[in-house]
């Protein structure tokens, strides 16, 4: 697979702006308007793309890895390359989500040292503190488990074939994530204060599948290209239509909350992964501004990510805009001034905590 391959890169950049586009309804509050709840979803579906682009290119680097070498230094080789990735910024983010916790006189949650480990959200509700962190949890924690049990599984029966200890992985791992959102329909679903966005979608237990699609359609890819190649428009008709008829049928089978509970989430997914290889083999377009612009989005993503809501939204909403009267700050205007804001940000995070960090994974 290449460093960089340009339909991966559109998929970062849509599922970025989703997840910005779906947050800046904050600062629309009380304005009602055409498409506001289509809006308002865009932010689940933005980070369920994620996982799933992670999937694939994170499942994709373990299969070539650890197909020809089983060690215990490529082991440390992933975490250490994933870690460089992902837990600088992390920690920075984190920081100064605790010291704006403390400049508006907010209560950290009593699990706050959870966070420096991600198991904020483990078993349990994501506290209302670094909401976004509660993906990265999801995340982190698949790619702990996932190369460990690969590793100790194929030194337990060297004789079995390295793909087929991958694919039963995967499978094993899904079939115990629906095991444990089964348990959810007796163990949270029935609270009085029960919220699915944050006792079942925001909790690592429940969604230990989360990326497992994305590793799944990457083991086809490889071993049947020709096909998922040649019927990449069918796979994009075929996900609408497994989403739209899976929804209806699972429903009237098992009712609302079964299907919230425990099918949703992998029927999103499912869903999502059936379009990856359309966006893989996607050429850029002829217009070159558009490809640097989508290079660009895609490249800063996880800085936005991390910037946008928790760090620059909250001082946006809750210091500048309540403490200045700007009279000129009508929403359309504030809304674009507060994405120039995350953009600019994002930009000199990339430049000045990421990429330094990148190097050294080198």
Same mark, same amino acid.
């Given at each position: 697979?290449?460093?960089?391959? !340009?339909?991966?890169? @559109?998929?970062?950049?849509?599922? /970025? &702006?989703?997840?910005?586009?779906?947050? $800046?309804?904050?600062?629309?509050?009380?304005?009602?308007?055409?498409?506001?709840?289509? /809006?308002?979803?865009?932010?689940?579906?933005?980070?369920?793309? %994620?996982?799933?682009?992670?999937?694939?290119?994170?499942?994709?680097?373990?299969?070539?890895?650890?197909?020809?070498? $089983?060690?215990?230094?490529?082991?440390?080789? %992933?975490?250490?390359?994933?870690?460089?990735?992902?837990?600088? +910024?992390?920690? /920075?983010?984190?920081?100064?989500?605790?010291?704006?916790? !403390?400049?508006?006189?907010?209560?950290?949650?009593?699990?706050?040292?959870?966070?420096?480990?991600?198991?904020?959200?483990? +078993?349990?509700?994501?506290?209302?503190?670094?909401?976004?962190?509660?993906?990265? *949890?999801?995340?982190?924690?698949?790619?702990?488990?996932?190369?460990?049990?690969?590793?100790?599984?194929?030194?337990?029966?060297?004789?079995?074939?390295?793909? =087929? @200890?991958?694919?039963?992985?995967?499978?094993?791992?899904?079939?115990?994530?629906?095991?444990?959102?089964?348990?959810?329909?007796?163990?949270? #679903?029935?609270?009085?204060?029960?919220?699915?966005?944050?006792?079942?979608?925001?909790?690592?237990?429940?969604?230990?599948?989360?990326?497992?699609?994305?590793?799944? /359609?990457?083991?086809?890819?490889?071993?049947?290209?020709?096909?998922?190649?040649?019927?990449?428009?069918?796979?994009?008709?075929?996900?609408?239509?497994?989403? =739209?008829?899976?929804?209806?049928?699972?429903?009237?089978?098992?009712?609302?909350?079964?299907?919230?509970?425990?099918?949703?989430?992998?029927?999103?997914?499912?869903?999502? #992964?059936?379009?990856?290889? %359309?966006?893989? =083999?996607?050429?850029? !377009? *002829?217009?070159?501004?558009?490809?640097?612009?989508?290079?660009?989005?895609?490249?800063?993503?996880? *800085?936005?990510? &991390?910037?946008?809501?928790?760090?620059?939204?909250?001082?946006?909403?809750?210091?500048?805009?309540?403490?200045?009267?700007?009279?000129?700050?009508?929403?359309?205007?504030?809304?674009?001034?507060? +994405?120039?804001? $995350? %953009?600019?940000?994002?930009?000199?995070?990339?430049?000045?905590?990421?990429?330094? !960090?990148?190097?050294?994974?080198?």
């Amino acid at each position: 697979m290449k460093e960089r391959v !340009f339909g991966l890169d @559109v998929i970062r950049c849509i599922a /970025i &702006l989703m997840v910005l586009f779906c947050h $800046t309804l904050w600062l629309l509050d009380g304005v009602t308007f055409f498409g506001r709840g289509f /809006i308002q979803s865009l932010g689940f579906f933005g980070v369920e793309l %994620f996982f799933i682009l992670s999937g694939f290119l994170i499942g994709n680097i373990l299969y070539d890895w650890f197909d020809t070498d $089983t060690s215990y230094k490529r082991l440390f080789h %992933f975490y250490a390359r994933r870690w460089l990735r992902t837990l600088p +910024l992390y920690y /920075i983010i984190l920081v100064i989500n605790v010291l704006l916790a !403390f400049y508006f006189g907010n209560i950290l949650p009593d699990n706050t040292h959870q966070y420096v480990f991600f198991f904020q959200n483990a +078993l349990s509700r994501m506290p209302n503190f670094f909401n976004e962190s509660w993906s990265l *949890s999801v995340e982190e924690s698949i790619y702990v488990i996932i190369p460990f049990l690969l590793l100790m599984i194929k030194k337990a029966f060297p004789k079995i074939p390295f793909k =087929q @200890v991958f694919i039963y992985v995967i499978l094993g791992i899904i079939l115990l994530a629906f095991a444990n959102r089964f348990h959810a329909l007796n163990n949270v #679903a029935h609270q009085i204060n029960y919220v699915w966005n944050l006792d079942v979608k925001a909790v690592v237990i429940y969604r230990l599948d989360a990326i497992l699609y994305g590793f799944l /359609i990457m083991y086809l890819y490889k071993h049947f290209t020709h096909y998922l190649s040649n019927y990449k428009i069918l796979l994009v008709v075929f996900a609408f239509l497994f989403y =739209q008829i899976g929804k209806l049928i699972i429903y009237r089978g098992f009712g609302f909350e079964v299907f919230q509970v425990v099918f949703y989430l992998p029927l999103v997914s499912i869903s999502i #992964a059936l379009l990856i290889p %359309f966006f893989y =083999q996607l050429k850029p !377009f *002829s217009l070159e501004w558009i490809n640097h612009a989508i290079v660009f989005v895609s490249k800063i993503s996880y *800085s936005l990510y &991390l910037w946008h809501y928790s760090i620059i939204l909250m001082i946006w909403k809750y210091d500048v805009y309540s403490n200045f009267n700007f009279p000129f700050l009508n929403n359309p205007i504030q809304v674009a001034l507060y +994405l120039g804001v $995350t %953009f600019l940000v994002s930009y000199f995070s990339y430049q000045y905590i990421e990429k330094p !960090f990148l190097r050294l994974r080198k």
